[in-house]
């Protein structure tokens, strides 16, 4: 059953609708492997404990995080999902590669979204280092799989009640 929309004093950011309803994709570059597949984890157990099926997560890798707008267009063209995690791992590089995989992944995500009207997640770490990555792949400032999941979650509910 869906959620109803609330004022805003009644938010919490503990209030997570279900999953149990909805259908997921995940996509996982293989760029920084160690980092994403730690994000990986934290978002597929994230929705497994807030009630997901495993039958109902769909998960594959792509080759590098510039590669996540394709791999979520191609999911929601052919498998019908409610929403779709992207997860990557990009990190500053003496080069300006980074900045043209940050804006070409943002804007990518963005506009698939818009195209099928479905969430798409940006879990993909932008960092100076590796050290940055590790604290928000489990460490320190932990998991923002997880985070990308729940927030998968919630935007699956709201277009749920609206759609
Ligand atoms: C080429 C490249 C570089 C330099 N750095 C990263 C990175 O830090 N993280 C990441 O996910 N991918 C990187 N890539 C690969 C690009 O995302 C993409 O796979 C290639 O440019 C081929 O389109």
């Known amino acids: ?24 994709g995940i996509v996982v570059a293989e760029w920084n492997a ?7 984890q934290g978002a597929y157990q994230s929705l497994v404990n807030n009630g997901a099926l495993p039958d109902n997560i769909f998960n594959y890798s792509v ?9 979520a267009d191609i999911l ?20 300006r590669h980074f900045d043209f995989i940050c804006n070409a992944v943002a804007n990518g995500i963005s506009n698939v979204a818009i195209k099928y009207s ?13 050290q940055q990555a ?4 489990g460490g320190k400032h932990g998991n923002k799989g997880d985070e990308a999941a729940i927030t998968a979650i919630k935007m699956a509910s709201l277009a749920e009640t609206l759609n």
Do not use: W
């Open 1 to 24: 059953m869906a959620t109803q929309l609330k004022n805003l004093s009644d938010f919490s950011d503990t209030d997570i609708p279900s999953a149990a309803p909805y259908r997921f």
């Open 34 to 40: 160690e980092i994403t597949n730690a994000l990986y």
């Open 118 to 130: 479905k969430p798409v997640i940006f879990g993909v770490l932008t960092t100076d280092n590796q």
């Open 76 to 95: 929601l063209k052919n498998l019908h999902l409610d929403a779709v995690i992207c997860l990557g791992c990009v990190i500053q590089g003496e080069t």
């Open 134 to 137: 590790i604290d928000r792949a």
């Open 63 to 71: 080759p590098g995080s510039f590669e996540l707008t394709s791999g």
